[in-house]
């Protein structure tokens, strides 16, 4: 049988390894899966018959080595600062390697030896990046084939709460890592380009400025912008594109509340607070706002950020609790941010029986024949329950998808790659819509930068 390695059971691979044992006998497959935790592999497994768990540590040369060594093809869902050492192991056993992270420097640097070995080591196939690059790439060589030129294109992608197990003022809950959201937007200025203009959105302001999208059937939300958007320009080779945007998908109303921490620096990660384990929450509040002695801590947050009692802001504040005072932070020498991230956890954490939603909408804007257009393409993906999430299924399907077609010879460029070429994002995004992850695509007037579309 041909042996697929799966390098880690965590929450992204549910979707993944289920995909590959379900596909295992017609395709003459054994899927094993290595994590540090032998049950939690098991359990991925769930004693299927052509599937088997071991126990790797990732650091550990000779069982990484022996683990690859035997391996078909090689998928790693560890964290991306991880992948390296696996990557050097596959170029030396003459493995072809899936992963689902940026790709780094330094596997960019192998990219001459995968080529002359005739790999292949495919990487950001996950949803973001992923199935951004595929669908948008989609429509982006639709155009061009007809003869259009690209004048924009915007994308945003949010995983968040669905409408079902919506229960809270923020609309939002913790559907992935909840540090990633706590520090969002951080480690310098989002940078886009405007009907030709770079345009750049200091971290203290990102939150203010957010453009507001419509999804069919679900309503509207709102986008903040991405770190870096003007990567993307020769990537998807667009560099005479006038208007270059990514962004953050939330629920209306989630960013400026959001403002609120990062305008006191609660979600500062620099420096550790004194005394953090013993303080309650809202000696943690009170520790960002001016001493005053005759005002309460409700009041001076009120007066310093000039938010209304009857403010829809201060409302989503107390329902987080922040101003308990019996409740304790527990965390030794913490940052502000990983305090924040506690509380915020013990009001957005996923219930049982809740589902995760991830959202996906692209705009493109073109001229073709001295007219211009435009295409609004979008994607709605629910999760099943707390196993089968929808950033699972988005995240694990195109990689197990892409892993398969590899190791069948269906997808043959060698090199270090992402999913950008006809011959990898077509088949996969067909197989995607099989599994209900399916983009809808409309015309709509075009209205490139509108400027009461956007808030701040």
């Known amino acids: 049988m041909r042996n697929i390695l799966v390098i880690g059971a965590g929450r992204s691979s549910s979707s993944l390894i289920t995909y590959l044992l379900n596909k295992s006998s017609l395709e003459n497959l054994h ?29 550990n040369e000779i069982e990484r080595k022996s683990a690859i ?34 790709i780094s420097n330094e596997m960019k640097a192998l990219n001459e030896a995968v080529i002359e070995k005739n790999l292949i080591f495919m990487n950001e196939i996950g949803l973001d990046p992923g199935i951004d690059h595929m669908s948008a790439m989609k429509v982006l ?39 990633n959201v706590v520090l969002a937007g951080q480690g310098g200025a989002a940078k886009f380009l405007q009907e030709g203009s770079y345009k750049y959105i200091p971290y203290h302001k990102l939150f203010r400025r957010t453009e507001i999208l419509k999804i069919d059937g679900y309503g509207k939300f709102e986008g903040y912008a991405n770190r870096d958007s003007l990567k993307y320009k020769s990537i998807y080779g667009l560099d005479t594109i006038l208007t270059l945007y990514r962004g953050t998908i939330r629920r209306v109303g989630f960013s400026r509340a959001w403002n609120v921490f990062v305008q006191l620096g609660m979600t500062d990660d620099s420096y550790t607070i004194e005394n953090s384990e013993t303080m309650s929450y809202r000696e943690f509040t009170n520790s960002f706002l001016a001493y005053n002695p005759n005002d309460s801590v409700e009041l001076k947050l009120r007066h310093y950020l000039k938010i209304d009692q009857d403010d829809i802001v201060w409302e989503k504040l107390l329902e987080l609790d922040i101003f308990n005072k019996n409740k304790k932070v ?21 219930k049982k029986d809740d589902k995760d939603m991830i959202v996906m909408q692209h705009l493109f ?10 295409i609004e393409s979008s994607m709605v993906c629910k999760g099943d329950n707390q196993i089968y999430t929808a950033m699972a299924k988005t995240v694990g399907l195109p990689v197990a998808i892409a892993t398969l077609k590899i190791l069948n010879g269906e997808i043959s460029s060698p090199g270090v790659q992402i ?33 009461e579309n956007v808030n701040g």
């Open 419 to 451: 999913p950008i070429k006809k011959e990898v994002y077509n088949p996969i995004l067909n197989e995607l819509e099989e599994n209900g992850i399916t983009f809808k695509e409309k015309k709509v007037p075009y209205l490139g930068y509108n400027p």
């Open 141 to 179: 060589d639709t155009i061009r084939d007809k003869g259009g030129k690209i004048i924009l294109f915007e994308s945003f992608t949010g995983g968040l709460v669905a409408p079902e197990s919506d229960d809270n003022l923020w609309n939002y809950k913790f559907t992935w890592n909840p540090r």
């Open 365 to 374: 804007g073109y001229e073709l024949n001295g007219e211009k257009h435009q």
């Open 330 to 350: 527990g965390l030794k020498n913490a940052t502000p941010a990983q305090i924040l991230e506690k509380i915020l956890s013990d009001s957005w954490t996923l």
């Open 31 to 59: 899927i094993t899966v290595a994590d540090v935790s032998l049950d939690l592999a098991k359990e991925k497994i769930k004693n299927h018959q052509n599937g088997s768990a071991i126990v790797l540590d990732i650091f």
């Open 69 to 102: 060594k035997n391996a078909n093809i090689v998928v790693s869902m560890l964290p991306a600062h991880l992948h390296l050492n696996v990557a050097k192991d596959c170029l030396e056993f003459g493995k072809n390697m899936v992963t689902a992270s940026y």
